[in-house]
């Protein structure tokens, strides 16, 4: 038999509204008869009627995610860390992939407008406020909230501060006395946060912004390994690089590695992200950590606390804008100083089993 509202009511021979109220933890039940109420129910295995529930409170309990692909380990792990967070608020995620696409983003949207989730988030490598799809969410009344992105003053967003982690990253190079620092991946726009972060801190050590020294590329693998023969044909040579993203500085560290030049002894290659990977990578990367988890939980606090204002009606929700801390993991990739690498080692014979031990001529006897 299906257990219903009404019957968890007769055993407590109260309305079903009340035991609806606990059931959602709307206030105006005591926490005595909650506490008694959600036992209960969990001991007949209630499961609410998700159609009738939607209907009645006009809430689905779920969340779109409109994400732009799922083969990139930061998007992959960011989507993990959020359904993680989501579930502990008892929401579900509706995910949609779009392929970097502006119109399949719109599509995704509407979708999920649609489907009538309670909020999006949207995960974006780019400047939010200034495309179709933010015209798109101005015209609805769905709540939002963009990570990985500023956005502007009236959104919701929490990202990684990217132009002190890019300025890290230098600082890091420039430290261990590297002079001709390239970087892959940068967007030169006077709106991308890491380009500024790179011109920043090139400036503040005096070193020349060379436009030949910024190679442009998508975030892949495939992308920074094609980049690497581009580096090598600069003149003079850059003695480190500066990876926009995990995925192209392991692409280059394998395009260097194919071509003969090692990675850090002839040149230091520095990421950014922390993805898992970039720690067992063949050389682990030295790298700036995007605290992933973090963001995922401010992001699904942000969705929980705006809906709860609007049902409760206690006040507006406030805006709220997160900006992040990057760290500096240090790893191999950029190896010592550059002084302490003009170490000549002498040559040494090592005589084992694979040659003998008797002379050539001794042989012939």
């Known amino acids: 038999m299906e257990i219903t509202l009404d019957r968890l009511a007769q055993k407590f021979n109260i309305h079903r509204s009340t035991v609806s109220r606990a059931l959602s933890g709307?206030?105006?039940?005591?926490?005595?008869?909650?506490?008694?109420?959600?036992?209960?129910?969990?001991?007949?295995?209630?499961?609410?009627?998700?159609?009738?529930?939607?209907?009645?409170?006009?809430?689905?309990?779920?969340?779109?995610?409109?994400?732009?692909?799922?083969?990139?380990?930061?998007?992959?792990?960011?989507i993990h860390h959020l359904e993680v967070y989501a579930h502990l608020k008892y929401f579900n995620v509706m995910l949609s992939v779009t392929g970097y696409d502006e119109t399949e983003e719109i599509n995704a949207l509407r979708t999920l407008m649609y489907r009538q989730v309670d909020a999006v988030l949207i995960l974006t490598n780019y400047e939010f406020g200034k495309d179709k799809l933010f015209l798109e969410f101005k015209e609805s009344s769905i709540p939002f909230v963009v990570i990985g992105y500023s956005a502007p003053a009236n959104i919701n967003y929490v990202a990684v501060d990217r132009e002190t982690g890019v300025n890290m990253a230098v600082e890091h190079l420039t430290?261990?006395?590297?002079?001709?620092?390239?970087?892959?991946?940068?967007?030169?726009?006077?709106?991308?946060?890491?380009?500024?972060?790179?011109?920043?801190?090139?400036?503040?050590e005096g070193l020349e912004i060379r436009n030949d020294f910024i190679v442009t590329c998508e975030a892949s693998f495939e992308t920074g390994y094609n980049s690497a023969k581009k580096i090598l044909k600069l003149t003079p040579c850059p003695t480190a690089v500066f990876a926009a993203s995990?995925?192209?500085?392991?692409?280059l560290i394998n395009g260097f590695k194919e071509m003969g030049v090692r990675v850090p002894e002839d040149?230091?290659?520095?990421?950014?992200?922390?993805i898992e990977v970039a720690a067992y990578a063949g050389v682990p990367l030295t790298t700036i950590h995007q605290p992933k988890e973090e963001m995922a939980k401010i992001a699904i606090d942000i969705v929980s606390e705006y809906l709860r204002c609007v049902e409760e009606e206690a006040r507006v929700p406030l805006v709220?804008?997160?900006?992040?801390?990057?760290?500096?993991?240090?790893?191999?990739?950029?190896?010592?100083?550059?002084?302490?690498?003009?170490?000549?080692?002498?040559?040494?014979?090592i005589v084992r089993e694979s040659t003998g031990h008797c002379r050539m001529k001794d042989r012939s006897e």
């Open 26 to 78: 709307i206030t105006g039940v005591s926490p005595e008869l909650r506490d008694k109420i959600i036992k209960e129910a969990e001991e007949m295995n209630y499961q609410p009627h998700a159609i009738g529930r939607a209907l009645a409170t006009k809430k689905t309990n779920t969340i779109g995610l409109i994400v732009p692909c799922v083969w990139n380990p930061l998007c992959g792990e960011i």
């Open 175 to 204: 430290n261990l006395g590297h002079k001709r620092i390239a970087s892959v991946g940068l967007i030169m726009k006077s709106y991308d946060h890491k380009f500024i972060g790179y011109k920043k801190a090139l400036e503040k």
């Open 246 to 251: 995990d995925v192209i500085a392991i692409g």
């Open 267 to 274: 040149i230091a290659v520095v990421g950014f992200d922390d």
């Open 320 to 349: 709220r804008q997160n900006l992040v801390e990057p760290k500096l993991v240090i790893r191999d990739s950029c190896g010592m100083k550059l002084q302490q690498r003009n170490i000549v080692l002498q040559p040494r014979l």
